[in-house]
């Protein structure tokens, strides 16, 4: 296994920033979130469709670094379908992976293993969040979940933002 900044730009990471998916925009989006990372310019605008608490249809535009842009590409294979409890919950887990070292999210998202070596760059965490705080703050717009609003009904806290 290749240490340092080799590993960051592996050939699974190149691989998925060249094959970034659903860069369609959405025509009616129930909410739309553009948000950038204030280190490195980092860029993302997501549209997001829920159809009940799953999410129905998905558009993004990428303007990112290879890491945010290979963050983005899973985001984008995997969100339509999901429902945003656990969409929240992966975002968690991969936050926690790149700021506590905790293990890669599982299942559907075990690919973002592959931005784990990230860990000991903070200045690239920024970026490969992106997409995924993004998503989170337009399930929030759409479901009106707030960090200082009343808990969710239903949701177990593990899944609160």
């Known amino acids: 296994m290749t240490n340092g900044v080799e590993a960051l730009y592996s050939d699974r990471v190149k691989a998925l920033a060249g094959d970034i998916p659903r860069t369609t925009r959405l025509a009616a989006p129930d ?15 997501v549209d997001v469709r829920l159809e009940g608490d799953r999410v129905a249809d998905f558009g993004q535009t ?7 842009q290979a963050s983005a590409s899973i985001m984008g294979r995997h969100v339509v379908g999901r429902p945003a409890a656990e969409i929240r919950a992966v975002a968690k887990t991969l936050k ?10 599982e299942g559907e998202w075990s690919e973002l293993a592959v931005l784990a070596p990230a860990q000991r760059f903070k200045s690239r965490h920024g970026s490969i969040l992106l997409a995924f705080d993004a998503v989170v703050a337009a399930l929030d717009d759409i479901q ?10 239903g949701l177990p806290d593990t899944m609160r933002v």
Do not use: W
């Open 62 to 68: 990428v303007r990112a670094c290879t890491l945010g």
């Open 96 to 105: 926690a992976m790149l700021k506590e070292g905790a293990p890669p999210p």
């Open 144 to 153: 009106g979940h707030r960090p200082d609003a009343a808990p969710a009904k």
């Open 31 to 45: 909410a739309t979130v553009t948000m950038t990372s204030p280190l490195c310019g980092s860029r993302v605008t």
